[in-house]
């Protein structure tokens, strides 16, 4: 006789799972580091280590002391969490305050929520914006790149302004006055910024090694990209005294890391096509209003955390299909 086992779903299985899709986007964010450490030296070197360590170190505190379930250091998640974060602050932070925003990351941002697949906002930018306005002085103190065969690899950090910043406060014509206006120098990384921000071309090619082995789409990102790109250029076209053309905004900032490596996170971001461009529209539309006419002159952070927020009430408008249900007609 015959016997057959009834199981719930999925009933097809692969060889993905949550640690090799966490390691996957840890490797593609390594050109991005490699580059860091070129211009800023010791200093990213050690916030990354901090920050990775502290954000480990805090989950692993949560799970044996507080929750008492399984541990679930090794899947790679806590690591990403403190690479992301490290990568959204300036590279001479100091060390302290990165323990503290990996401890809020963690600690409020997913394990409050009940882990990994549970949290409704990505929990490194939740410890960003906790940094930011808990210590903005130094949130917004910024190292300029300096190539480490010019000043040494341990040398002191040099600060100042980032693109960005100069915009806002002094408008258009100082960016030309400064040399902030050099598109190559901004794609290449030669900039001031959270150090794993600064070169596109690193992040653009960890983005498509994510995008070649699947473990994010396209149109998310693409979505975002395309909405600061429409929206800068009208503000361009109309008042280009005062408006950056609109490649400027895609490599300034952190609009290329949020978009390919935050705002493209399974957990926090909407599960269909339409929702996806839903939640894309909406990311570029709040980052582009809180960088020409907010207090800040970045807003993907902010945007990319708003939006996060929706993802349910999006998800619940944009509901996938049942497999096996016949889609209803329209007439």
Known sequence: MNKYTISGSPHVHSTENTQKIMYRVI??????????????????????IVSIAACMLTEWLIQKFLIKGP????????????????????????IWMAIVGSIVAIGVGKMAFGGLGKNPFNPALVGRVFMLVSFPTAMTTWPQAQPIFEKGFFADAVTGPTPLGILKESGVGSLAETGDMQFLDMVLGNRGGAF?????????LGAIYLLARRVIEFVTPLTILLTVFIFTGICHLVNPANFIAPWYHIVYGGLILGAFFMATDMVTTPMTIRGKILFGVGVGLITVVIRLWGAYPEGVSFAILIMNAFTPLINKAFKPYVFGVVKPSKK
Do not use: H, K, M, Q
Request: with cysteine; proline share 5%; glycine share 8%.
């Open 27 to 48: 490797l593609a964010l390594v050109p991005a580091l490699l580059v860091a450490l070129y211009y800023f030296g010791w200093y990213a070197l050690r916030l990354t």
């Open 71 to 94: 541990l679930t250091i090794n899947d790679g998640s806590a690591a990403l969490t403190g690479l992301l974060l490290a990568f959204n602050v300036p590279a001479n932070l100091p």
């Open 196 to 204: 794993g921000e600064v070169c596109a071309i690193a992040l653009l």
